[in-house]
């Protein structure tokens, strides 16, 4: 019976141990030292195209600047293309960015363009004119209560360089 009380006792010594031991590595993240990482668009592919429905995959590059790497738990986006809203939603991915290093996020996106049809249309009659995008959201890195890094990126595509001949 003693024996069993002095094993407990250990194991809960080592385990606090190694939670104060971990406490560390999580301190550079909420430190001075701490450098955002930065998130770009890479790549767009389109999935499925069908009148109702259409599926594209997203895939964000990720750069960590810091030491250690980054645990990412998820992003919240919302993509616009010149004035509409072409998808909008929620990832619970997990992935770890390297230290000074990079890694892709890929996100699924669902989306229906039909009511804004014609202005799409309206967009694509001039294939080599460039149409403006935004992109808005957050990273959400560290663990458990981690943080939130705010993106915000504007561009342009041209739709001629998509469209096959």
């Avoid at 997990?94 to 290093?101: D, F, H, M, S, Y």
């Avoid at 890929?106 to 294939?127: A, G, I, Q």
């Amino acid at each position: 019976m003693r024996c069993q009380a002095r094993t407990s006792n250990l194991f809960r010594a080592l385990a606090l141990l190694g939670l104060l031991g971990s406490l560390g590595g999580c301190s550079t993240w909420f430190s001075s030292s701490f450098e955002e990482p930065q998130v770009q668009l890479d790549k767009v592919d389109v999935v499925k195209a069908r009148l109702l429905e259409q599926e594209f995959l997203l895939r964000f590059r990720i750069d960590n600047p810091n030491d250690h790497s980054l645990p990412v738990r998820g992003l919240i986006y919302t993509v616009h293309l010149n004035d509409i809203e072409l998808a909008s939603g929620e990832s619970s991915t997990w992935l770890t960015v390297p230290a000074n290093g990079f890694a892709y996020y890929e996100v699924p996106v669902h989306t229906n363009l039909w009511r804004h049809m014609k202005y799409v249309v309206r967009l694509l009659e001039k294939p080599d004119r460039p149409i403006a995008y935004r992109l808005d959201g957050e990273l959400k890195i560290g663990l458990m209560s981690g943080r939130r890094v705010h993106i915000s990126r504007r561009g342009e595509i041209i739709p001629g360089n998509f469209i096959p001949e």
